[in-house]
């Protein structure tokens, strides 16, 4: 498979493809949404442009992954001219893990069974339609533009307002819509669809605001990964004690709704369509430290890994000091 990050040297942006232990650098290229504009605007396959633009170049990719390099890793994909060009959005309820969550996390009495459970039952019924037709439409959420995402080694906030900030160690899928307006899948890449738990905890129409929030990507995008079953780990490390660990599954196979599915009704939306824009899409967890009773702390570790995805995605949880001050609107 091939595997490319994204890479910065104060002013200087670079992209790489992984060859372990090194990292191969690519000529011509700032970023990855470079090439995949290529790759449309010249009706070539995404790898054939990658391989023209090898250089003779390598750089050691440990002391880029541990930090202790002038260069360092950024978030796999960002549009380089405009980062609201850039749509972050998920899909909720994906997994069995997930919806079992919820119901507990919104269920008084746990026999009665909750919206959201109807709803990934819902998923189990119809999610996986045959081959061109059109499923049940999965739970849908947005998360941002483009300035939410972060890269490896980047600590995500939880903003003055929130109530907590959690892990959720899944896998996001990158677009590009190509000129004529149809969407592109670039690849693949491990995510942290950071959300505030506890403020959905509340009242599950609060599930909007709870995505609000920064994410990460990466370290890498995986161009040509197959999405059936993918073995995966989610870890919480405190103080340098591991705190928290699970085992998790991801991909079709241990999912309610197909990929085609998913990529169907996130861009079915016309407005999901538009020429030149990047997707970020992420397609669910299967397990969260916060559904084991988990509250993470100021300077928590999370750390994800999937099989085949490259190395593990590293991220420590940055807790906002300051209070709440009322966003004061004035009249122009």
Same mark, same amino acid.
């Given at each position: ?257 197909? @990929? +085609? &599915? ?6 079915? *939306?016309? #407005?999901?369509? /538009? %020429?030149?824009?990047?997707? $970020? ?14 509250? @993470? +702390? &100021? ?6 890994? *999937?099989? #085949?995805?490259? /190395? %593990?995605?590293?991220?420590? $949880? ?15």
């Amino acid at each position: 498979m091939t595997r490319l990050v994204q890479i910065q040297n104060g002013a200087l942006s670079s992209v790489a493809v992984v060859e372990e232990p090194r990292l191969h650098l690519l000529g011509e290229a700032q970023s990855i949404y470079e090439l995949a504009e290529s790759a449309d605007l010249t009706s070539r396959p995404l790898k054939s442009v990658i391989q023209e633009r090898l250089a003779s170049k390598f750089l050691d990719y440990d002391s880029i992954y541990e930090g202790k390099s002038e260069w360092r890793l950024l978030p796999p994909i960002h549009h380089p001219r405009d980062a609201a060009s850039c749509l972050v959005s998920g899909t909720g309820l994906t997994h069995l893990g997930s919806a079992n969550d919820r119901q507990a996390m919104h269920g008084d009495d746990a026999a009665e069974e909750t919206d959201s459970l109807r709803m990934f039952r819902l998923g189990v019924a119809g999610g996986k339609p045959p081959p061109g037709q059109v499923g049940v439409a999965p739970e849908w959420f947005y998360k941002g533009t483009g300035t939410i995402l972060r890269g490896h080694g980047d600590p995500l906030d939880v903003p003055p307002h929130a109530e907590d900030g959690g892990e959720e160690g899944e896998i996001a899928g990158v677009y590009y819509v190509d000129e004529n307006g149809s969407p592109r899948r670039i690849g693949f890449a491990v995510g942290n669809e950071f959300s505030d738990h506890a403020y959905e905890k509340e009242n599950y129409l609060h599930l909007a605001g709870s995505k609000l929030r920064t994410c990460s990507l990466g370290p890498e995008l995986v161009i040509d990964a197959e999405f059936e079953s993918i073995a995966g780990r989610v870890s919480i490390t405190r103080g340098g004690d591991l705190l928290w660990a699970k085992d998790v599954l991801t991909g079709e196979k241990e999912m309610c709704h197909s @990929l +085609a &599915n998913l990529e169907h009704h996130h861009f079915k *939306f016309d #407005g999901h369509r /538009r %020429p030149g824009d990047l997707h $970020v899409h992420f397609f669910g967890a299967c397990a969260l430290s916060f559904g084991a009773g988990i509250k @993470l +702390a &100021n300077g928590d570790v999370m750390e994800i890994s *999937f099989a #085949g995805f490259g /190395r %593990p995605l590293r991220n420590t $949880v940055r807790i906002a000091k300051a209070g709440i001050r009322p966003i004061i609107v004035k009249t122009l």
